[in-house]
């Protein structure tokens, strides 16, 4: 298990994951006006095109450095370390978790998915997760999912000492229950990025947090 910077283990609120979005510029101006009201946010761009994903990401590290936001990758520890990210995210076919921990070193913010599985949570911060993250919690539009996720999942996964994200679905208004069973985190995408006013959306789910 690895020790845990203070930044990371009083980690609470929002999550944003960005949508996918070719445009860069595009990309930019719509995570810059909803950055502040983020506590982490995650690079998430499955398009092959490496050129285009090394170059929004740089751009995002740029963007989330100035405003003190860490940037998490998405599925590519190479990626992460070119452009000097705070950390990585893998799911659970992406990777070896203890090689990511170990490439990118003590500091870095290493993030695993785990679904329904407190056992693969258990291995996950064994290996050297920073944290882990369970959904789906409710029906989501942003990929296809076929587990289900519990908010018993989150209370039991307090013993493991690390926060738990809470991801898949979630809204503003369905969020109270999830941080009342120990989500120390929220993961949106389609909730900030597709809703009518992004910026309204990314301060309730702050406020969902008391904050």
């Known amino acids: 298990m690895t020790a845990l910077p ?19 510029a595009c990309l930019l101006a719509r995570v810059a006006a909803v950055l502040p009201h983020a506590t982490w946010l995650q690079y998430r761009q499955k398009d092959p095109d490496a050129g ?17 936001v860490p940037l998490i990758i998405n599925d590519d520890v190479a990626l992460a370390e070119a452009v000097g990210a705070a950390g990585v995210h893998l ?10 921990r170990s490439r990118l070193g003590v500091h870095a913010i290493v ?15 064994a290996a050297g997760a920073s944290y882990v993250a369970f ?13 289900r996720a519990t908010p018993a ?9 690390v926060p738990r994200v809470a991801i898949g679905g979630i ?24 809703a009518s006013d992004p910026l309204a959306a990314a301060i309730a789910y702050r406020r969902g947090f008391g904050s």
């Open 91 to 100: 799911g659970e076919d992406d990777g070896d978790l203890a090689a990511a």
């Open 153 to 161: 999942l989150l209370t039991d996964a307090a013993v493991l000492g």
């Open 52 to 68: 285009l994903r090394h170059a929004q990401a740089a751009a995002l590290q740029a963007l989330c450095a100035r405003a003190n």
């Open 6 to 24: 203070p930044s990371v283990r009083t980690a609470r609120g929002l999550y944003l994951i960005t949508p996918e979005e070719r445009d860069t």
């Open 111 to 125: 993030g695993a998915s785990c679904y329904d599985d407190a056992a693969l949570a258990e291995r996950a911060v």
């Open 135 to 147: 959904g789906a919690f409710f029906p989501t539009a942003s990929k296809v999912t076929t587990r």
């Open 171 to 194: 809204t503003p208004d369905n969020m109270g229950p999830l941080v009342a069973a120990g989500a120390d985190l929220v993961a949106v995408i389609g909730g900030v990025f597709e």
